[in-house]
């Protein structure tokens, strides 16, 4: 097989890799689910045909939304993570030391599922069952309902707001996630592209300042996604990125992309962001 699949990141652009096997295809409850091998970025996960992590740039995103949170946070012992079914995410979270308790929750166990045949270097902590990680198939957004004053951490590692993902770009989202936290807790959100999408992070900012003293974003470098540039989205209640001294902790010793440099700088936005986030 020699094929283009191409992810419509706009009515007027595409993103588009050639295909050199489809490794599975299959529709779960709640998506279309497949893996594809590309030349470009190797496998892929593409969820209702939109490209979401690749063998080749994934260590960018799962360092960035769980490392700069947890590196935030002084003491994070109890992390939650929303989604993350390819589990890149959770692999990130249990390398802290002082993380004690890691739980995922993921609507749809047949990603976790097909991500650990298929992408096994990215379901490492899946894979081995990491003592620290505790998983549940079910509804994040119920879960957080639920939940009262539990988390240190929850980092909400969330498809596009459709579908499955729709709801946890909400006010009402935001206000469980609030309850759900420690006095001093915070979270994080992956909020899509700073280049498409600025009026969805104009509006979920304005949401989540009004609930967090402390708003920041901050940008990563994702081929795979559109335009290349990404932004995450903290919410805090106490600690403030832009006033921690340094993130020197062993915890990041074998990343790839995140280190104490990275930290600092992905904070600094564009001038077109700071405009539509005032």
Known sequence: MNLWLTEFQTDNLGLTARITETLFSGRSEFQDVAVVDSLEFGRMLVLDGVFQTSIFD??????MIAHVPLATHPNPKTVLVIGGGDGGTIREVVKHQSVELAEMVEIDGM????????????????????????LKI??????????????????????DPIGPGEGLFTHAFYQDVHKALKEDGLFVQQTDSP?????????????IRSLFPITRTYLAHIPIYPGGMHCFTIGSKQYDPLKVDA?????????????????KSCFALPNFVKEFLK
């Open 58 to 63: 994934e260590f960018v995103y799962h360092e």
């Open 111 to 134: 990603v976790v599922d097909v991500c650990k045949q298929f992408l096994p270097e990215i379901s490492a902590a899946l894979i081995q069952k990491h003592p620290k990680l505790s």
């Open 138 to 159: 079910g509804d994040g957004i119920q879960h957080m309902k639920e939940a009262e004053n539990k988390y240190d951490v929850i980092i909400v590692d969330c498809s």
């Open 195 to 207: 280049l498409y999408h600025h009026p969805l992070i104009k509006r979920l900012t304005k949401d």
């Open 247 to 263: 993130v020197t902790r062993s915890d990041f010793a074998d990343n790839r992309y995140f280190n104490q440099e990275i930290f």
